[in-house]
């Protein structure tokens, strides 16, 4: 069997809340569009949700985690206080450790922020990030971008 493509995005959030619901609702479909038309092709975003009945989640979602290009990290108050999404983000910032320590100067983490950023990670804390927070809902603004 041949081994799976790597997703170019892989979105981590914490389940439930505004957060789910503005990334069903808005923003992965947009970003979806957005990349498309940047590369040229079709892409992968990987959301939590794309698993059938019996799928070993814990696996598949770290597989996932480990082949994609890009994370997008939704930050919330909430996402560090889930052991699922601290544990994703150590992940990824090992990954990106291990790439350095390799030779290789990447940034896999992008993270965007879904809320005040007071309570974040001080890993977080020191990587610049995008302010979603007042987009966070159905407002015209995030609706024409």
């Known amino acids: 069997m041949a081994p799976e493509q790597p997703w170019d995005v892989f979105i981590s959030y914490k389940r439930g809340g505004d957060t789910e619901s ?24 990987f959301v939590d949700e794309d698993m059938g ?18 994370v ?10 889930s052991p699922w999404c601290s544990a994703e983000l150590e992940m990824v910032l090992a990954r990106e450790k291990l790439l350095r320590d390799q030779g290789k100067a990447v940034s896999l983490l992008f993270p965007l922020q879904c809320q005040d ?8 804390k020191e990587r610049i990030w995008l302010d979603f927070s007042a987009w966070l809902h159905d407002t015209p603004a995030f609706l024409t971008v």
């Open 72 to 81: 997008i990290a939704l930050l919330s108050r909430s996402y560090f206080e």
């Open 117 to 124: 950023g007071k309570h974040y990670d001080p890993v977080v």
């Open 22 to 45: 503005w990334l069903k609702a808005h923003f992965r479909d947009r970003l979806q569009r957005r990349l498309n038309d940047a590369a040229g092709r079709p892409t992968r975003i």
């Open 53 to 70: 009945p019996g799928t070993r989640w814990r696996e598949h979602v770290g597989a996932a985690l480990q082949r994609s290009r890009l």
